[in-house]
């Protein structure tokens, strides 16, 4: 589409034509000839496109205050007559100027009054019609006065850009299929072949969603591809489940940050504030920290037959005292674990670190909501997580889906944080295990009372455990798809040679 409508260009087309090769004192004044777009008026080159006293032609202004764009006063025009330069009889305002004798009419000379319509006037309208006017988006006056929509393009469509074309028919409404996608005339590519809400009412061409929930975490894409936040829920936040959802505001500890809820205390990217990058890519209690190696210690018992010395209680002293601190400082997740299976839990820890020498302190984390802001390894050196027995059914996969979405484990095991999660095979904490990634177990087998092997003495958990023997109440294997590594042991097992299903498995976290 030309940048000016066809009916605006020929005021000043005609204006080209008639400029006299005059040797002109004044602008636009090309090799004694005036250039293009101005005309000789009385001996001067003017630009009849812009001068507001010679709008579209000499002697043609425009009222006081009131621009000459294109040839065309924009506003109306002072109305005063045209001076025909052909000898023509002046033109009335507001009519078409007669031709006098010997000479041209007004219309079609250099001059002529304002609401003349011999095709070379801007005035919006086709010739003999000053009806004709904005706004030029339908079929009868599609981009411009002039231009009509008809078979095969009977149908007037934006280009995007500000301009209108005649086009093929659209289909009918709605306009929220990737064939007809906003309007009628924009389809979906194979890049963006997805049409969704664009979070105003309109439709557009929107990615594939084929990512995982968690890397959908903008207000342009949040919990999925086509989810847009905007007012009144313009925030995109972390939900319970793993995923994105749209709020009003952020809750606690989250805050906003453009547009997204992020938690300072442990987002590297927005850690202390929005916008302060981490690099060590750790962020703890609002604070960028160093990485060294981590360890995650999982263990098919629930630590519910406390003795002194014996094998369990090793592999506890091994786990929970691995950090050089002393006193070692614990957080405990107690949420849905009972009173008195935690007591047992701590006198079995009491007794490793008595056979030791060793101290700890022991703080409950009573609501896993509460990690994010807790969890610190300025602030503590091991988080051991006690078999949550009481927990309503699916409630453990979410919480570790959770905190998996906010890298809680994560960020503690980088910066060389000791997690200790245990199983009495009764609960759903493999489904919690593999919700946060510790570790992929598919399921639990109780093996209470059978033998069991230290298959790895010389692992850090494997140091001075007796082998073999036999599994303490409430003892069980795990389940998993995940091989043996330099970096994932299966401390202890069921069996002497071969595989074996691991009781105890030891990750090393390295930075």
């Not at 074309?165 to 289909?171: A, D, I, L, M, W």
């Not at 009144?232 to 939900?239: I, K």
């Not at 009481?390 to 919480?399: E, F």
């Amino acid at each position: 589409m030309s940048p000016f409508p066809r009916k605006r260009l020929a005021p000043w087309l005609v204006l080209f034509g008639l400029a006299f090769p005059a040797a002109c004192g004044s602008s636009g004044v090309v090799g004694g000839d005036c250039a293009a777009s101005y005309v000789e008026c009385n001996g001067r080159c003017v630009d009849a496109l812009t001068d507001p006293a010679n709008c579209g032609g000499c002697g043609r202004a425009c009222e006081p205050g009131v621009s000459c764009q294109n040839a065309e006063c924009v506003g109306s025009l002072d109305g005063g007559a045209g001076t025909s330069s052909t000898g023509g009889n002046a033109g009335a305002a507001g009519t078409p100027a007669e031709a006098g004798a010997g000479g041209a009419s007004a219309a079609s000379g250099n001059g002529g009054a304002a609401g003349d319509d011999a095709g070379m006037l801007s005035d919006a309208g086709p010739d003999g019609d000053a009806s004709c006017g904005p706004p030029y988006d339908r079929p009868e006056a599609c981009g411009d006065c002039m231009t009509q929509c008809a078979a095969p393009t009977p149908s007037c469509a934006s280009d995007g850009m500000g301009n209108f074309h005649c086009v093929k028919q659209c289909e009918a409404p709605p306009f929220d299929r990737p064939e007809a996608c906003g309007d009628c005339t924009t389809k979906c590519s194979a890049d963006k072949p997805i049409c969704a809400p664009d979070g105003s009412g309109g439709f557009a061409c929107r990615p594939q969603c084929d990512q995982p929930p968690s890397s959908y975490d903008t207000p342009e894409m949040c919990g999925d591809c086509l989810t847009q936040c905007v007012a009144p829920t313009p925030n995109c936040s972390p939900d319970d489940v793993g995923s994105f959802h749209c709020v009003l505001n952020c809750t606690a500890p989250l805050k906003a940050c453009s547009g997204k809820c992020v938690d300072f205390n442990i987002d590297a990217d927005n850690c202390g504030s929005c916008g302060h990058v981490c690099p060590s890519g750790i962020c703890q209690s609002a604070t960028c920290v160093g990485a060294n190696v981590g360890h995650v210690v999982l263990a098919c018992m629930d630590y519910q037959t406390p003795v002194k010395n014996s094998a369990q209680t090793v592999l506890m002293g091994n786990a929970v005292l691995l950090p050089i601190r002393n006193p070692v400082r614990i957080l405990a997740y107690a949420e849905f674990a009972p009173a008195a299976a935690r007591a047992k839990v701590d006198q079995d820890i009491g007794f490793a670190a008595a056979a030791r020498g060793r101290s700890f302190t022991l703080t409950t984390l009573g609501s896993y909501s509460n990690a994010t802001a807790t969890l610190s390894i300025a602030d503590y050196d091991v988080f051991l997580i006690y078999d949550q027995t009481s927990a309503p059914a699916g409630k453990l996969a979410d919480v570790g889906a959770a905190w998996q979405a906010n890298s809680v484990l994560d960020s503690f095991a980088a910066a060389g944080g000791v997690i200790v999660g245990l199983s009495g095979g009764s609960s759903e904490m493999d489904q919690f295990f593999s919700a946060s990634q510790l570790l992929d177990v598919s399921a639990e087998t109780v093996v209470s009372g059978s033998t069991l092997y230290n298959r790895a003495p010389g692992d850090a958990m494997g140091i001075n455990v007796i082998s073999p023997f036999f599994a303490p109440a409430s003892s069980c294997t795990f389940t998993t798809s995940v091989p043996q590594d330099q970096a994932t042991i299966f401390v202890v097992s069921d069996a002497q040679t071969g595989a074996g299903a691991p009781v105890v498995v030891h990750r090393v976290i390295a930075p």
